[in-house]
């Protein structure tokens, strides 16, 4: 299994010179821990995360407006490509203990894989629902 066979292709992402205000506005509204952060091409240049939103709040509070994305973004962004396979992708997300990363293709954000994801794609459906004594799945 490869990267693009799981990853999820409907990906929000923020550019280098998004304020910080309008990023925490998207995380909270997303329910997002982070985000990619790409440039004009969509390829990725970093990502910002809440604990990114956290230390500068932390600094300087009124930072949060004034500051924008690429002064507290990671750069470079960590991703894999999207035909890594699926036992590769879980190394980085293990070994960085990152929830989810970016997939690109030469460079450009084609997608995200999350935990989750990966999971899902690996858990069989075991449980039978009874109903009427008709045997469905769940």
Known sequence: MKAADIMTT???ATTENATCIDLARKILSGFFSGLPV???EGNVV???SEIDL????HTDRSAL???ITKDVMHSPAICVNEDDDIESVISVLMENKFVRV???RDG???GIISRSDILRSYVRDDFIVFDS???TSE
């Open 10 to 12: 409907r990906v929000t």
């Open 38 to 40: 790409v440039n004009n």
């Open 46 to 48: 970093g990502i910002v």
């Open 54 to 57: 956290l230390k500068l709040i």
């Open 65 to 67: 407006y004034t500051t």
């Open 102 to 104: 970016p997939v690109v």
């Open 108 to 110: 450009e954000l084609v």
């Open 133 to 135: 004594g008709e045997k």
